[in-house]
């Protein structure tokens, strides 16, 4: 905002302010009831001022409107003060029915279809995709909850977006192959969106069931013809088999450059040679080893850490308890796709002020130098709680609010200027417009990949608290690996 005269504040050129506030049912409630943040919005409302902090003096803001967002159901969701209440026009927005869902979706998959090289003839297709999607999602919304046990079962929207944003990076099929090639990738993608973070089998059984019965409703091709090609069919599908279905952006093994075009993998051990070579190259070179053996269960994790890293605005959240490998997988999987790995080293003297430099240091080396930047963090490192707050934020808009000072958003605005120009230099861009180009540029290339495990105490409430850490994230469950012993044991011993 712009100053006008001391404690006196408005918006620039006459314009009017708009200050979104969203989640604002989430503040949790003093043990008196009382929710500070929210009664210090009132008063404003009440009083059109508030007092300076430092010297008493009255602070106005002219030109402003405020306008609040809440979602009234899910976990950790409060009753809002009617104090407060009565200062909004109070306006309910229905759950959007399949006809809304479908035109919305089948509109923005079409234009990224489009974009590849397709053509109007794969309209009936997608309108199938989006059918069979929202299908899905509507069984998942009414047959798995989230319980104590399973907090990480939030099923919305987003869902239906991931799915989409996976069908929609394909190029254009040969003509003999789309009968099965639509199917084929649909169901990897729903695989990958509600099947992963599945923990328990019936779960499993239940959405398996209903992603191959949405197969044979919706697509031309039943699950056993664009399946065959798998080396372990025996003319039935089953969940085993499916493991070996896998789409990505990966390694060419002869010029070792990150494929263009997502594609599917048809062949495991040009995946599991690859990794290999790349385990062996990064021991040479680092002092710290990297020390895995890449059975099966564990590069099918690979190889799904891989496609989230090379996939836009893609973020994740493994489950699992210790010793599943999760953190070396994810250094793997970033010196595969060429990403920039990074992992806060946690002191005794590592505060706030270390945690948000580390963040900067991400966030400048993603939307400043346009680089591929993984972040990883585990709920061991959490010091704070303002860490999960500060990665609540980041996974779901792509920065921390008030992080940057005014000095360092001109050091940002000299970075990105030519880009955001788009290389015309006689272009003129402001401040508020290259952060704007930064930030976005953050949410495509930085990619934060959270390590929790469910059998901590905080587990539970941590995922309650902040929910985009579960719904703006693809979640992957980490089964344990004594079922891979027999596996795990040939391999070490070269049989």
């Not at 010297?55 to 969701?77: H, P, R, W």
């Not at 109070?90 to 089948?106: A, G, K, P, Y």
């Amino acid at each position: 905002m712009v100053k006008e005269t001391k404690g006196k504040f408005s918006a620039p050129d006459n314009k009017r302010m708009v200050i979104l506030i969203d989640n604002m049912n989430i503040v949790d409630p003093e043990p008196l009831g009382a929710q500070p943040p929210l009664e210090l919005l009132r008063y404003f409302l009440e009083y059109e001022f508030w007092y300076d902090y430092q010297d008493s003096s009255k602070i106005t803001l002219n030109d402003v409107m405020f306008v609040a967002a809440q979602q009234n159901d899910g976990a950790n969701k409060h009753k809002i003060s009617s104090r407060v209440l009565h200062h909004f026009n109070v306006l309910s927005i229905n759950t959007f029915n399949e006809n809304t869902l479908s035109r919305i979706f089948s509109n923005i998959l079409l234009i990224a279809l489009k974009q590849n090289g397709f053509t109007q003839e794969v309209w009936p297709t997608v309108q199938n995709m989006i059918a069979a999607t929202i299908d899905i999602w509507q069984t998942a919304k009414s047959c798995l909850f989230a319980t104590p046990k399973t907090p990480h079962y939030i099923f919305d929207m987003m869902d239906i977006s991931k799915l989409m944003y996976g069908c929609s990076m394909v190029k254009r099929p040969p003509t003999a192959e789309r009968n099965t090639f639509y199917g084929k990738l649909w169901m990897h993608e729903a695989l990958r969106v509600f099947y992963d973070r599945l923990s328990n089998g019936l779960d499993r059984e239940t959405i398996f069931a209903k992603i191959c019965s949405a197969i044979t409703q919706y697509f031309p091709e039943p699950p056993e013809i664009f399946l065959n090609h798998l080396s372990s069919f025996d003319g039935m599908v089953t969940e085993d088999l499916v493991k070996g279905l896998s789409f990505g952006k990966y390694f060419n093994m002869q010029d070792d450059e990150v494929s263009q075009w997502y594609e599917e993998i048809l062949n495991f051990d040009d995946i599991q040679t690859t990794a290999e070579r790349v385990i062996e190259k990064y021991n040479e070179e680092h002092e710290i080893k990297m020390d895995i053996v890449l059975f099966r269960s564990a590069l099918e994790h690979l190889i799904h850490l891989c496609r989230i890293m090379v996939t836009p605005c893609s973020n994740c959240l493994l489950i699992g308890v210790g010793g599943t490998s999760r953190q070396t997988l994810v250094r793997l999987g970033a010196v595969i796709v060429g990403n920039i790995c990074f992992q806060p080293t946690i002191s005794k003297d590592y505060g706030l002020e270390e945690w948000r430099s580390d963040l900067k240091h991400c966030l400048v080396e993603s939307g400043g130098h346009n680089k591929e930047v993984t972040l990883m963090f585990s709920d061991y490192q959490i010091k704070y709680e303002d860490f999960l707050e500060d990665l609540n934020c980041l996974v779901s808009t792509g920065e921390v609010p008030n992080m940057f000072t005014r000095i360092e958003k001109q050091e940002i605005l000299d970075m990105v200027r030519s880009a955001a120009q788009g290389g015309i230099s006689s272009v003129e861009i402001s401040l508020v417009e290259a952060f704007q180009f930064f930030i976005s540029r953050c949410k495509l290339k930085l990619h934060v990949i959270l390590s929790f495990n469910h059998t901590f105490s905080e587990y539970r409430r941590r995922l309650h608290s902040y929910t985009n850490l579960v719904t703006c994230c693809d979640c992957i469950w980490f089964e344990h690996f004594h079922t891979q012993l027999g596996s795990i044991n040939s391999l070490m011993c070269g049989d």
